[in-house]
């Protein structure tokens, strides 16, 4: 075979073998980046309400925000590598707490049917013991199914429409929008809800509106 044929498929193959190795680094380099996926886990699974309180642990300790906001949600880890969701903020307001107790279940009277007074008509939200709660590691590739609950204390923030989730990892932040369309309020009046014995000096503004959470993005690694 003319050397000048042999030498000119060797360029060629060696050019080939350069561009692969380049696509390939470019490739791992691309698919280790810091990338974080939020989505619902159904169509009805974000919802706010006002639930019934019977006492002040009852459904749980947090007698001074009469809120709550469930997300049941799917969190995907799209890396190679391995990333830790450190805690989520809701419309840069409310984070979640390791340490939060919440219930197994929330009730919700919808409509008292009286004098039928057994036959209320009640909506039960329950978590299951599958409140998430941070810090939870996700291997490459792999997603994990929590529901998030956040104790809203400001009326303003009870409302339907576009919210923002912030989740906070090892690696980077990310921001994602849901839509919610769902608001429960219990229809039992002040008197039949649990009221805490407070001291005559006792400013409930201060349970209001949160100061904004400060948070900082960090680059990918």
Known sequence: MNPNVVEAIASVSAAILSLLAIYFTIKSYVESLARINLKPASSRAICFCEPDRISVDNPDKFWNSKYRFFCDIIIENKSSRPSSIENLILDDKYELMTYDSFSADYK????????????????????????????????????????????????????????????????????FNLTVSSSLRTVLSPEEQYQPDMPRNFDDSKLTTPEPIQTSDTSSK
Do not use: C, W
Request: aromatic letters at 8%; proline letters at 4%.
């Open 108 to 175: 919700i009277t919808l409509k008292k049917l009286v004098p039928l007074v057994q036959d209320q008509v009640i909506r039960n939200y329950s978590t299951i013991g599958n409140e998430l709660r941070p810090v939870i590691n996700l291997a490459p590739y792999s997603s994990v199914r929590k529901i998030a609950v956040f104790n809203i204390q400001d009326d303003d923030s009870f409302k339907n429409g576009t919210h923002m989730i912030k989740v906070l990892t090892s690696r980077k932040n990310f921001s």
